[in-house]
Antibody, heavy 120, light 109 residues
Framework: EVQLAESGGGLVQPGGSLRVSCSASGSALSSFAMFWVRQAPGKGLEYVAAISNDGRSTYYADPVKGRFTISRDNSENTLYLQMTSLRPDDTAMYYC?????????????WGQGTLVTVSS | QTVVTQEPSLTVSPGGTVTLTCASSTGIVTSGFYPNWFQQRPGQAPRTLIYSTKNKHSWTPARFSGSVLGDKAALTLSGAQPEDEADYYCLLYYGGVWVFGGGTKLTVL
């Protein structure tokens, strides 16, 4: 059974930084692309960032471009999202999602999420 | 900015059939947008039901099916159960950009 577990969320002040992680069990992440998706309280899902299986290709949604960095350590079976210059509208549950396929279009397993709150 | 549109809410009777749709502001949705569909029950993380228009994962109940209907992607639920009451989201692929629909709140009543 594949399980993804996010961690590292918490309360951070506007302008601050935070790194969230996603660790996998039951699956070697090195064979899969990975995504971060967020959900603001009471709102819908929003794509945040994606990374290819080897980490060479990364993609970002416009609202986070230049502020967030997605990375991975396949030797540790872990995905990261480094968030800087955080704003109140970045407040959300952050989910990691596994994906298959050459163009990263087959989504399968989701984690349970980690909550990031940006507030003074 | 690309917008993906879903019905905000739908209601289905237990045992009934309902179709949720997913439209793109860029025009016709085809299989080349590789539609994915997700279910999110209250208080839970999302889970993937359908990928690449019509393909099911091993955990996807047989009563769910995906297709392209006219100019939209579609998720059809045949034989609705009380546990199908949830939010449903579609996801479309635009060549290195992925866009979620706003979600459909499905009530089974």
């Amino acid at each position: 059974e594949v399980q993804l577990a996010e961690s590292g969320g918490g309360l951070v002040q506007p302008g601050g930084s935070l790194r969230v992680s996603c660790s996998a069990s039951g699956s070697a992440l090195s064979s899969f692309a990975m995504f971060w998706v967020r959900q603001a309280p009471g709102k819908g899902l929003e794509y945040v960032a994606a990374i290819s299986n080897d980490g060479r290709s990364t993609y970002y949604a416009d609202p986070v471009k230049g502020r967030f960095t997605i990375s991975r350590d396949n030797s540790e079976n872990t995905l990261y999202l480094q968030m800087t210059s955080l704003r109140p509208d970045d407040t959300a549950m952050y989910y990691c999602v596994r994906s298959m396929g050459a163009i990263m279009t087959v989504w399968d397993f989701w984690g349970q999420g980690t909550l990031v709150t940006v507030s003074s | 900015q690309t917008v993906v549109t879903q019905e905000p809410s739908l209601t289905v009777s237990p045992g009934g059939t309902v179709t949720l749709t997913c439209a793109s502001s860029t025009g016709i949705v085809t299989s080349g947008f590789y539609p994915n569909w997700f279910q999110q029950r209250p208080g839970q993380a999302p889970r993937t039901l359908i990928y690449s228009t019509k393909n099911k994962h091993s955990w996807t109940p047989a009563r769910f099916s995906g297709s392209v209907l006219g100019d939209k992607a579609a998720l059809t639920l045949s034989g609705a159960q009380p546990e199908d009451e949830a939010d449903y989201y579609c996801l479309l692929y635009y060549g290195g950009v992925w866009v979620f629909g706003g979600g459909t709140k499905l009530t089974v009543l």
